[in-house]
């Protein structure tokens, strides 16, 4: 395990908050009930997208655990524009808690993050899909779920390894040509990341 | 003293050779018969005349091709050129802070007019001169630190200092030793050193950090990194590695003379002024194992270094499939006797 | 390049009673060094005892860099540094400085910014202003004055900051309320702080009650090393026993008896001299604003530059 593949905690309140938005996807919401479960605050938001495939029915079980605070939506991606656009507008005080895939994640810090919010206003727990997104060094593609340590680049065909360099700023760890330097030289694929 | 320089190529034909003035100044990285980690930091300070240290940032005949090179990486992956754009002051920086100093290093070669801040810049082994509003990125044809940095010999990269961390938001890498700027860009400092084996855990990086965090203006530092490339390839990148990474399969004892460099970076971090951030530069030398050969001291130096070598060095530096042709070629040097600390040629 | 400039002072003014304005060049006049709004230079007075080394804030426009301005107000204190400014340096005395040094800069990635300046705190404020206003970001000042004559740096700061500068007269009964100013801010906003101690005290505490986490809090706090009373320092590597007088400090101490310690920015605030305690034979006094509360308490670490001991005999790994 190398230091820049990011290590995670369950989420806790920040007591010091005086606004928390809790925003999860998929088995993220597992997390989410953990936490609301753990005690209440004044001033919470939930927010719950249910893709991938919501399994457990989280979006039902948060809904009842947070009525007047509970949102939903049909795609991540709406779920992010929205988190942008309310962030425009948050105030000073506002602490967030993300939970879902790594992707996830830090493509939701880096709207957080672009909004003004710093490492210490941010809390995420990996949930759910251990996934990895993978960007091709060579062609620059980013494939979003890959479960294996071996996978064939769509943009360019290679044969990558993924490997645990990460980048929160890609939301991706990096993959490169397995078999340069012998090709077809290429180790047993594996499922690691499901 | 002008430099005469070469026209010469580091990919496709590699015609890059070495003038026996540029073996003899070659920063040799070993003073002893192993190589360990450490945070080996000295303040860079004017070093002896002629040699790689004595001014802030070495030209060497080897300049107007590394340009070039520059240019044709550029052109195949522009995003070997990444700035965020929080890092303007910091690009201007850094325009400063280069042009300054070749212009006052180098006079033969460059100049620098200063009319407020009307500036006049000259540079005449690349045949340019433009004048710019300092400041006023309009004024050029390309933002500062790309402008620059395409008329500077080696990578580098700019670190914007917040949060107690050390940030790589800005970078012209195009002779780098298998890092990807397009990835490692926005990582903090332990982050893009992620992949380094064995250093973390000796705590070298949270001292580096530590020291980094505190270095003043007017007070920069310098260190040495290696590693060894075949055929002299400045850019051995990730993006690229398909095309020199089946090199390493070339290597045999009668060619590997001919074909394996070691590869040095003369690394130095500067305090930026207006940014309060780092240039961290990385100056890239090249040397064939011939070239080496015309100082035994080195060649029998080098070899007892890669002996001792850690396999997770091995690893990490790629040496692992030709690291035995190179030990056999440099064998025929190695006579037992103690060599004493230094890395100077003889 | 070296670590030190020498300067020359161009020009001397009070333009606040109690606070004199120096401007430092080079005797040649090249440029000096640009710098970042927020940094500081380490003033030595040549001549003058180890004892006259004192941290002023820049606070000209950053850009300029035909001369340095700081400001220095007379301390009825304890060291002499500002008294020997006040009342031996003259326009031509030559001085030597350090290069800037910024340990109280701008969150670059921050969206808005509100600044806070009590008395001489007013110095790297006004830097700070300077860049603000030179980026076209989102800026407030809000100034803290004790008397209408101390009023000469409002007008610098209005320049810059037009309406949003906002002026307290102390004597007239004008405060600032901390808690009105930083209610309801968007998320981004970092707030700076320079001043008294309880000034600083009062803002952070204002940031904190309103939610804000540490990492928008920024202050600086001008620590010289305080007078304290004699002990004996005892240097367990180097074997050395060196007695601390009570007017230098631990690190002058060690410096002045020929051994190098780790040091930058001689305030407490770097981490830089940061040293292992082996042994105390009396109770540490810490006057940094590094260490934790945890660190101070356990007594194993110690500041050289600010910190001190009340008692006998202090064991380092030196």
Redesign the interface.
Known sequence: M????PSYVPLAWDTEGASHLLVAHAGGGEALLRLLDSGRYASITVRYAGEPFDNADYAARLARAAPEAFQYFDSVEAMLDALRADLATSRMGLRLYLAGSERFLWRATGIATAAGL??DEIRREQAGSRARAV?C??C?NIEPQVTTNILTCPGCA?TLMV????????AAY?G??VD???PGAIPAVETLYA | MSIAFKNETFRDDFTFRNSPAAVRRFPFPFAEDTYAYSVNIEPH?PGAAGSAFEF?FDIDEHYVAECEDRRVTLSLDP?RYVALP?MM?AQW?FL?LVFDSLARDYPQHFGLRKDGARWTWINRPLGIQDTFTF?DSTTLAREPFDYAARQAQGDFVLL????GDLWADAGMVTSQADW?L??????SF??????VPMA?EIGV?DRAL?YL??L?????VRRLNWTMTVNPRLDTS??S??LW??D??LVTTENAGRLVHLRVELQALF?L????GILFSIRCYLASLDDIAKYPRWSKRLLRVLQSLPPQLVEYKGLV?YRDAVMSWLSRYEDGQPIGRGTHPE | ???S?SVRVGAISEVVPGIKEFSLSRPDGAPL????GG?HVLVTLPGASRAHRNSYSLMGD??RTDAYRIAVRRHAGSRGGSRVLHEQVEVGTPLTI?????LF?I???GRKHILVAGGIGVTPIIAQAHDLARRGADFEVHYAFRAPDQAAYADVLRDLAGTRLHRYCTASGERIDFRGMLADQPIGTHLYVCGPVNFIDAARSAARAHRWPS?HIHSEQFLSPPVGSAFEVHLARSGRRIAVAPDISLLEAIEQAGVAAPQ??RGGA???CETEVMEADGQIAHHDVYLSEADKAAGRKIMLCVSRLQGRRLVLNL
């Open positions: 190398i230091h820049s593949k710093c490492a960007y060094v060579h620059k290679r490997r645990d360099h990460y980048s929160a700023r890609l990096m490169f040509q340069a330097e012998a | 300070t802030a995003e929080h002051d920086d400063e400041g914007d200092q917040r949060d990807s397009a990835f490692d860009a926005g990582m332990k982050q893009w050193h992620g992949p973390h990086f530590k965090l505190a003043r203006q007017g007070q920069p990730p993006e590695y398909p990474g089946p390493r399969t305090r002024p207006r940014s309060n499939r | 390049m070296s670590a400039i060094p640009s710098y970042s940094s950053p850009s350090s290069h800037p040094l910024n800069p969150a670059r990635l990492s930058s920015c770097c981490g830089q």
